[in-house]
């Protein structure tokens, strides 16, 4: 696609479940980010892969959640054990170079509701 | 560590108002970069410009101008003529080149302008 492809774009779930978050970034893009972004602030970052290689992922809260990036493209950000503080925007961003510092193209995000 | 602060939390101005929104940035790295990013209504984030810490040369884009000033660490976002379509949040950003692959966001300042 032209853009950066997040899904679902709202996601429901009760306390306790897991939920599985998917971004499918501009094709041929090697860099890739996670960032979560709660009501009336800015995005704090999750983690970042180049190509397959999770290089970064200081940004995770806790080990409920994971993420992963097995054939260097799309990528899977999973939360276990949803709590309801898990409640934000998830948003996934892509760019053409490894190293980063360039511009990133951010999907549309996911809305995820723990009720 | 660092940080970028938007001390403005919301701004309203009537169309072809000028504005200005401040971003203040602290970091202790001395190659970095500074990102401005819009977030209108609909929610996704829009690059808007990047610019080095070597280069202080203001910037000029139609409408809007960016001023960067390492003395006192801000980089200033000007729209001239405002429009009722610049209505967005706008979010300030700020990587470092040791850690490049994170992009620390501030609080973001809400623009309104109204016709």
């Known amino acids: 696609g032209a853009g950066v492809s997040q899904s679902p774009r709202y996601k429901v779930t009760k306390r306790g479940q897991d939920v599985a978050l998917r971004c499918d970034p501009i094709?041929?893009?090697?860099?890739l980010y996670w960032y979560r972004q709660a009501l009336g602030q800015g995005p704090e970052f999750l983690t970042y892969?180049?190509?397959?290689?999770?290089?970064?992922k200081s940004g995770l809260p806790n080990d409920r959640f994971s993420a992963e990036r097995p054939e260097g493209s799309i990528s899977t950000l999973t939360i276990q054990r949803t709590e309801q503080r898990d409640s934000a925007m998830y948003r996934c961003?892509?760019?053409?170079?490894?190293?980063?510092?360039?511009?990133?193209?951010f999907g549309q995000g996911t809305r995820l509701t723990v009720v | 560590a660092q940080k970028v602060t938007q001390a403005q939390t919301e701004i309203s101005v009537v169309e072809k108002e000028d504005v200005t929104l401040d971003c203040v940035y602290e970091?202790?790295?001395?190659?970095?970069?500074l990102f401005w990013y819009k977030q209108p209504p609909s929610g996704e984030l829009v690059f808007l410009i990047r610019?080095?810490?070597?280069?202080?040369q203001n910037e000029i884009s139609g409408r809007y101008s960016w001023n960067f000033q390492k003395s006192t660490s801000s980089f200033n976002f000007t729209i001239t003529a405002s429009q009722v379509v610049d209505s967005a949040v706008y979010f300030c950003?700020?990587?470092?080149?040791?850690?490049?692959?994170?992009?620390?966001f501030g609080k973001g300042t809400m623009l309104l302008v109204s016709p």
């Open positions: 892969f180049n190509y397959e290689a999770q290089q970064d």
């Open positions: 950003a700020l990587s470092e080149a040791k850690r490049y692959s994170t992009l620390t």
């Open positions: 610019r080095n810490s070597f280069d202080e």
């Open positions: 094709s041929g893009h090697v860099s």
């Open positions: 970091t202790r790295d001395t190659t970095y970069y």
């Open positions: 961003a892509s760019s053409p170079y490894s190293g980063g510092n360039t511009e990133a193209f």
